[in-house]
């Protein structure tokens, strides 16, 4: 099947908001074998959207529309498609009941403004969406689908989900197939990764592309086969595991939270921190994942020096001496909260996440890292380069993989 | 001046790379005044990029590329472009020996790949990378200026501002002017915020656009004015914000943390946290900030009942007679942080994120939060209906906005 997408409103064109949906459609469509032909993002005015609606339906078997059907005043995705498809927009009794029943559900009251929402073009299948008011919406032009939804991702997530995927699954398998795996990586950079296998991919074939995704602390090393098989592809995936050894933390876009998750679950760990610079995101990088419960106690988050002395018992000597950033308080803090929290491992974190605080000997960046049980504990400091949000990344990222590599190490 | 910005490349479609290059680039063009008439993805294959490089001739005065001028093998920018233009490929030496001198200052080898990279369209404009091996390049079809630049976004971001902004800025200024104000509101939903707004806006003049941008908890309104000037859209964003009340926290994207951090350092607040299923994210909002160490003085997260107990004396008879998620629990979270953090006002969350764990009378999503200082508390029970990570930063922005409540109402 062939498929455009196409992103309605002005706030993306102008940068205010960045187009997340059509890289999920892509992805999703991508994984069971469709072609996208074209990510559009256009105006949301009536020229633009069908003269690109025209154009996507000359080449196209589905187009994917988001944004432009909320019950705002510059919603007229529903109007155009009905001008360009020539049918009437009618009130549609059960569209407007459903979003009656949800407001009734959170005691809010129902709008004049419901009651437009609730117009669609007929002749349309409406797709009920859980997620919020605005339902998604299916018609014809010829051979051609059109779908459109609305643009809060969630609720596009939602009616693809519900709606669409059962059906591409069924009918549209005739295309070239596409394999695809990825191999996660932590640890290493993009180009000591590349060197390393730049002799072994230049024997794979033609049809196996390999990119790079580098991110904060941590490479996506993907692999594309267009035609040849899934156990082939498998096959070089692990040639390439062999060769980066255990800087490979998973597959498929497993995250290292997830990692850590089925690793302490399996070994029967309990995990705890106590962060200062990176301010909580390593508990939330944890708790993302369900059934983080399982092994996370929790953690402190001492942002303070008289925090990290009163409840990490972290010396006041210490902090005098060597200061908050150094590797004498991170031992301390990670001893303080394997006592405090009641954890088999402990995890600390003190570093200036800038822009302020930096200083000659220790400038913005400077991050400080501790793991620890009641045996041992590795203490390293890393050096960001990056400005605030990207140092608090950066270093959380490390200390996830540090932890993955500890217990390895002691607990293999 | 009215734009096209084209991204090339399969990653982009198949979802393996979301776009920021064109939202930042849209968002700097729109910031000088210009137009953006559309954000293009395409395949990395001649037909699409030559069918799509001249529709935009048709209507843009600038076209900006981005991808495919790496020193890969799927690299087919350049020859489309001199095709499309009908123009040769040539042995650029400029561009050939700075990638040499710039592979010499790092002791790397210059490889094969480089030769064929120095090939450039004829007649085209260099434009030196500071940031990387492939060069931008400027060329033009008729009226329309063609820029091409690699997609790695610091290198396309450093062509843009060394080369392109400068000129934009002086020889495309007799565009129409657009002027921007986003009013920022937190704790009532679109339809809400539109209701109350409906009838002024229709007073306001045809040429200020009006969007709601909603998020978890949030919504953004954003005016543009599209002519008109600064000082009169900042008269209608005075009546907008008179209309809404305290739902408007702040203007211009200001995040509800920021607004927070001004509040609190204003008042010399000190500002503690005891999160449950939000696992961190909420003291991670908080630390974002720069200068959030002026007020917030750390958190804990505590995820299992034992460090509920342990830690925030929440008593064993609470928990076990009404459950960790409940009111009695919450309010003795916030309490039981007061005293740990030694702060003025502490916020609690506890709830069932998902997806497992709900129950018939707390389903998922079922989050109670309460706001205390040591004369007062607020608990109240929030419902999402959303997914995990929805779920956890929904009820994460619904607690930063109602300890700003408490604040402006206990602190006034």
Not at 64 to 70: A, D, E, V
Not at 182 to 206: C, K, N, Q, V, W
Not at 318 to 344: C, F, P, R, W
Not at 368 to 393: T, V, Y
Request: hydrophobic letters at 40%; a neutral charge; aromatic letters at 8%.
């Amino acid at each position: 099947m062939k498929a455009t997408i196409i992103t309605i409103g002005d706030e993306i064109l102008i940068g205010q908001v960045i187009d997340t949906n059509s890289a999920w459609i892509g992805k999703h469509l991508a994984e069971l074998g469709h072609t996208i032909q074209e990510i559009v993002s256009i105006k949301d005015e009536r020229d633009s959207i069908i003269e690109t609606l025209d154009r996507a339906v000359q080449k196209s078997d589905w187009i994917f529309l988001t944004g432009g059907l909320g019950p705002t005043k510059d919603d007229i995705t529903k109007k155009c498609i009905a001008e360009y498809l020539n049918v009437d927009l009618e009130f549609n009794e059960e569209v407007y009941q459903r979003i009656v029943s949800m407001f009734n559900r959170f005691n809010r009251k129902v709008s004049e403004s419901h009651r437009i929402q609730s117009y669609m073009p007929s002749g349309g299948k409406i797709l009920y969406n859980r997620m919020g008011t605005a339902p998604g919406l299916l018609m014809s032009k010829g051979q051609t689908k059109i779908l459109s939804m609305p643009g809060v991702p969630y609720e596009m997530k939602a009616i693809m989900e519900d709606h669409i995927f059962p059906v591409l699954k069924n009918g549209y398998s005739q295309d070239l197939k596409v394999y695809k795996r990825t191999i996660m990586t932590a640890g290493a950079g993009e180009t000591s990764i590349e060197d390393r296998l730049h002799t072994i991919l230049e024997r794979f074939p033609e049809y196996i592309k390999v990119a790079y995704l580098p991110s904060l602390g941590s490479v996506r090393i993907r692999l594309t086969s267009f035609g040849g098989s899934q156990s082939e592809l498998d096959g070089y995936v692990s040639v390439i595991t062999n060769i980066l050894g255990d800087i490979v933390y998973g597959y498929d876009d497993i995250s290292l939270s997830e990692s850590l998750l089925n690793l302490c679950t399996s070994k029967e760990l309990k995990i705890g921190l106590a962060e200062s610079c990176t301010g909580g995101i390593l508990a939330h990088k944890i708790t993302s994942i369900a059934g983080a419960s399982k092994y996370f106690e929790g953690g402190l988050v001492s942002y303070t020096n008289s925090l990290k002395h009163k409840l990490l018992h972290v010396q006041l000597d210490t902090l005098h001496q060597y200061g908050a950033v150094s590797e004498q308080t991170v031992i301390e803090m990670a001893k303080g909260a394997l006592a405090l929290l009641n954890v088999d491992v402990a995890v600390s974190i003190s570093g200036i996440a800038g822009p302020g605080g930096g200083t000659e000997t220790k400038p913005v960046g400077t991050t400080w890292i501790c793991i620890a049980n009641k045996q041992h504990h590795d203490a390293f400091k890393i050096l960001g380069m990056k400005d605030r949000i990207n140092n608090i990344e950066y270093s959380a990222n490390i200390a996830l993989n540090n932890l993955r590599k500890f217990i390895m190490r002691y607990y293999s």
